[in-house]
T-cell receptor, first 111, second 113 residues
Framework: RKEVEQDPGPFNVPEGATVAFNCTYS??????FFWYRQDCRKEPKLLMS???SGNEDGRFTAQLNRASQYISLLIRDSKLSDSATYLC????????????FGRGTSLIVHP | DAGVTQSPTHLIKTRGQQVTLRCSPI?????VSWYQQVLGQGPQFIFQ???????GRGNFPDRFSARQFPNYSSELNVNALLLGDSALYLC????????????FGNGTRLTVT
């Protein structure tokens, strides 16, 4: 079973829509969580960290559900420029702390 | 401040050759990680170094090796290249691998023919 799972999509939404992505992880001892954005043929860039109490950055909201072992990313009022692949990252713990990536969810925002 | 820098940007090699990729972390970052990314997949973990010691190794063959230097820069070596090694190789640095986010370089795109 893959350690970090994401629906690859693509999610195809109109401008202004609200879209949510989930990411599940298998290691219950995982300590830290992040969302990254990756544009085509570019490196991943940190979008936001995910805190236990949930956190918001403008149109973006991240949440952590430890009981069900998933993190989520909500994007409100989608813009064309939000089109990208969104990668969740889980820091696996237990001796070493290896950031493990999901395969990414593709988002396409159309006019 | 300079971000993570990687060199070269692009590389074309033939099967059986060897390649060395280089990475300089953000100033003050002591952890460097290497990832391999093929099209349509998330980055796959290869190595992590922290304070010049190997702290983790992913599921890659022994043809892959790496090291971290006293100035925290790092090299990734791949011997006996295979066609399947063609990928984007990403280097990332962080302050502390336990809880700090990764900051990526632009990557090295390796093509093996």
């Amino acid at each position: 079973r893959k350690e970090v799972e994401q629906d690859p999509g693509p999610f195809n939404v109109p401008e202004g829509a609200t879209v949510a992505f989930n990411c599940t992880y298998s290691n219950s001892a995982s300590q830290s969580f992040f969302w990254y954005r990756q544009d085509c043929r570019k490196e991943p860039k940190l979008l936001m960290s995910v805190y236990s109490s949930g956190n918001e950055d403008g149109r973006f909201t991240a949440q952590l559900n430890r009981a069900s072992q998933y993190i989520s990313l909500l994007i409100r009022d989608s813009k064309l420029s939000d089109s990208a692949t969104y990668l969740c990252v889980v820091n696996e713990s237990g001796g070493s702390y290896i950031p493990t990536f999901g395969r990414g969810t593709s988002l396409i925002v159309h006019p | 401040d300079a971000g993570v820098t990687q060199s070269p940007t692009h590389l074309i090699k033939t099967r059986g050759q060897q390649v060395t990729l280089r990475c300089s972390p953000i100033s003050g970052h002591k952890s460097v990680s290497w990832y391999q990314q093929v099209l349509g997949q998330g980055p796959q973990f290869i190595f992590q170094y922290y304070e010049k010691e190997e702290r983790g190794r992913g599921n890659f063959p022994d043809r892959f090796s790496a090291r971290q230097f006293p100035n925290y820069s790092s090299e990734l070596n791949v011997n006996a290249l295979l066609l399947g090694d063609s990928a984007l190789y990403l280097c990332a640095s962080s302050l502390d691998p336990r809880n700090s986010p990764l900051h990526f370089g632009n990557g090295t795109r390796l093509t093996v023919t």
